[in-house]
């Protein structure tokens, strides 16, 4: 793609040199009317067949404006009332004034009626001006840079509307704003569709990983020996010669969601195998090894280094117990301890006893099934959590120490396999991100010249 022939200083960090022919505007010119926002008052809720959508900051998502993702619904009446400041419409614009995600755009793509609440600053373009064009370029970073700069703190990010009036954009004419806009809705939409797919991709990885999980620590290693035919006995394992390898006769768990499991198989609750420690730390050290909530990845168990500081007393754990996340159980957050040290929050610490190896339990509890046992049983609304005393009252299917060892050693080969392939997804996907950055900064600003082709 080509340059354009002469380029001129913009004046603005973040936009750099721009074509000689370009000029630079204030947002506040390339709209009518003025920009404005939602009303500041709380609406009433109303739930009736003509009621009006009503929709927040919450709506506006990386991948669009979810119009499902409603505030509530508002009277006709409180609609009217509200449309007197402002009422959305195709093509709108949407950026975010306040909350976790301050300074993202959104782009209305219906003719659905709905309104809106004052966390949204609603943009439309004039006449002279592309409202793609100018939603491109108020994703773009050089907008989203001067945004972040420009952000107020109180008890969450924010911006006023003055900041956003004053955002300043790089404009070519009409026609050419045209030819960007059809450019990078072409560019943008087959990036985003890659990176869709990749996100399929890693999910679908995710949930083979949980399959092995919960396969492994429910049925063992060996499930297709439970059902050859009555009249075999045993079958040729090709991986060891052909030497033959027995049936495994199963039986009924006693455990309503769980079934068959191999017969060898003891079943208990897990407070007979396993114990809950609850001794105090007297303080805490600057060399002591901490772990709290924020340092535990949901899902694999892994540790996450943090800089947070602790200043409150918490619980003593050893080297191989578990600690079990009782707040927001849904997190699936479950580590192994590498060593001895001091948990602060709402964590649980399980020493098992020497019929439970700690690595079996832990995969137990991150498997899905294990987790949506625990969800049946939470209380409390907004902060939902669980205790020992459901937890230990569970009942828990296991082999032998040493199959744990072999089932546990199984599935660290497989899960970390899966977790290399998801790792590389994710990499691709922030590749496919950072070039999406690229080609909206670069047309944008007339770094490189869009043809009509």
């Known amino acids: 793609m080509s340059r354009y022939e002469t380029y001129k200083p913009s004046g603005i960090d973040w936009i750099g040199a721009i ?50 993702a409603r505030g509530g619904n508002i009277s006709v009446e409180q609609d009217k009332i509200y449309s007197l ?55 773009s970073d050089c ?60 999910e679908k990885l995710k949930e083979l990983r949980q399959i092995e999980i919960n396969n492994a620590v429910t049925k063992g290693l060996n499930r297709d020996l439970w059902d050859l035919p009555d009249d075999h006995d045993e079958i040729p394992d090709k991986n060891q010669g052909n030497r033959s390898i027995k049936k495994i006769k199963v039986k009924d768990s006693g455990i309503e969601w769980l079934g068959k499991i191999p017969k060898h198989w003891e079943v208990k609750r897990l407070k007979n195998v396993a114990n809950q420690i609850s001794e105090k730390s007297s303080e805490i050290l600057d060399d002591d090894f901490l772990i709290a909530l924020e340092n535990i990845e949901s899902h694999t168990g892994k540790f996450i280094e943090t800089s947070s500081e602790y200043e409150n007393n918490g619980i003593k754990f050893k080297r191989d117990n578990l600690l079990y ?27 098992c006893t020497q019929k439970l190896y700690p690595a079996f339990l832990q995969f137990r509890m991150l498997s899905d099934s294990f987790c949506s046992i625990i969800m049946s049983s939470v209380y409390g609304a907004k902060m939902p959590r669980t205790s020992w005393q459901y937890i230990s009252s569970l009942k828990i299917a296991y082999p032998s120490y040493e199959e744990q060892v072999q089932i546990v050693e199984h599935l660290n080969k497989r899960t970390m396999a899966i977790e290399g392939l998801i790792q590389n997804n994710n990499q691709q996907i922030e590749k496919l991100q950072e070039l999406r950055k690229i080609k909206i900064y670069e047309a944008v600003t007339g770094k490189v010249k869009v043809s009509e082709l």
């Open 325 to 351: 996340n009782k707040l927001r159980p849904y997190l699936n957050k479950v580590f192994l301890a590498d060593k001895d040290g001091i948990c602060v929050g709402d964590i649980i610490v399980i020493d």
């Open 143 to 202: 907008i989203q840079r001067q945004i972040q700069n420009s952000w107020s703190f109180g008890t969450q990010p924010n911006i006023g509307m003055g900041v956003i009036e004053r955002l300043r954009l790089a404009l070519p004419e009409y026609d050419e704003q045209l030819t960007i806009a059809n450019y990078l809705d072409d560019q943008t939409q087959e990036i985003d569709r890659l990176i869709a797919n990749k996100k399929a991709q890693a």
């Open 19 to 68: 074509p000689q022919q370009w000029r630079i505007k204030r947002l506040k010119d390339l709209v009518n009317p003025k920009i404005t926002d939602g009303p500041h008052e709380t609406p009433e809720l109303v739930d009736d067949e003509d009621s009006i959508p009503f929709i927040s900051a919450e709506a506006i998502t990386e991948n669009g404006i979810n119009y499902e």
């Open 85 to 139: 400041k402002c009422k959305p419409k195709r093509n709108d614009i949407f950026i975010v004034k306040s909350g976790s995600t301050t300074g993202r755009i959104g782009y209305v793509d219906t003719d659905l009626n709905f309104n809106i609440w004052s966390p949204l600053a609603l943009v439309r373009s004039n006449s002279k001006t592309s409202s793609r064009f100018l939603f491109h370029f108020l994703s």
